[in-house]
């Protein structure tokens, strides 16, 4: 209590907003409990930037992936924008005021994960479990099977033009570990943000586009819709579609392999005009797999 009383008068925070109004998001409150003492010192840090009139940009250092996640939350609860930015490990977040900003949230994170309890706590539990059978509507495409040797840079050249088809839409392209792309999409105007459903709706129109060009580039082996949340851990993806196990690699493999059995079958004699047999040379082919042109 004396450390929230010390930070409350630091940043002029009054102590009569005793309502139960939560000004943070789900997902802030979500991360900033699962490490709160680190939560505590990048609200500092965002506090302070909001009082000072002069800083524009905030650049942090690099994070984690849930921490950029918590942060990007956590910047568009104040009304400022946010981008990564860098490769891992040096991947970090910048935020950016923006004409949204007026001032800092009135409650702490810590008051308002009190309250978001107690809330919790009194709520009946028939509308916890009508909430849990809700599916998540869809925000973002995966490429499953992507092809061998390809990067971040050679996704987004290829689907450029079909992400510009929704210039209210802006993607992150991440490589996971289970060997697919995850295309994970959000709006670009946080202050005319897409609802859920709506953004649902505008990725399977534009899935079209670029299931195709996957296919015509031969970048992966599918293109489906799915749900990931901030950490990028996929909660839900789309029924009736199946990968191909073996990915591009196991396409590379069995080419190989059909290429060495041919190797090892003799030429067989062919005869010419006249009945005369002539040994012929078959004609080898190129080999299969390489993706480096």
Same mark, same amino acid.
């Given at each position: ?41 990048? *609200? ?31 910047? *568009? ?58 599916? *998540? ?21 290829? &689907? ?15 490589? &996971? ?23 649902? *709706?505008?990725?399977?129109? @534009? ?71 002539? @040994? ?14």
């Amino acid at each position: 209590m004396k450390r929230n009383a010390a930070f409350a008068e630091a940043f002029n925070i009054s102590p009569d907003h005793s309502d139960d109004h939560v000004p943070y998001s789900d997902i802030t409150l979500d991360l900033f409990k699962e490490n709160q003492a680190w939560g505590l010192s990048q *609200e500092r840090e965002l506090r302070q930037f909001a009082l000072d009139e002069d800083r524009k940009v905030l650049r942090c250092k690099p994070m984690q992936k849930n921490q950029r996640a918590f942060m990007h939350a956590f910047a *568009e609860d104040f009304g400022f924008d946010s981008e990564s930015h860098d490769q891992p490990p040096h991947r970090a977040v910048s935020i950016f005021k923006t004409p949204r900003f007026v001032s800092a949230p009135h409650k702490m994170l810590t008051q308002a994960l009190r309250i978001r309890a107690t809330q919790a706590a009194s709520a009946p539990k028939t509308e916890n479990l009508s909430a849990a059978n809700v599916a *998540e509507p869809f925000n973002a495409l995966l490429l499953s099977s992507p092809k061998f040797g390809l990067t971040i840079d050679d996704v987004e050249a290829a &689907l450029s033009r079909d992400f510009a088809m929704q210039p209210s839409v802006k993607f992150e392209t991440t490589f &996971l570990p289970s060997d697919e792309i995850l295309l994970r999409a959000s709006s670009k105007n946080f202050a005319n943000a897409l609802s859920p459903a709506a953004l649902e *709706e505008t990725l399977k129109v @534009l899935k079209q586009a670029v299931a195709k060009t996957v296919a015509d580039e031969e970048l992966a082996n599918s293109t489906l819709l799915c749900h990931a949340d901030y950490s990028l851990n996929i909660l839900r993806r789309e029924q009736g579609m199946k990968t191909n196990p073996g990915g591009w690699n196991a396409v590379v493999s069995r080419a190989a392999q059909k290429t060495s059995k041919q190797e090892k079958v003799p030429d067989a004699p062919t005869r010419g005009r006249g009945g005369r047999v002539t @040994l012929g040379l078959k004609k080898k082919k190129d080999p299969v797999g390489d993706d480096s042109a």
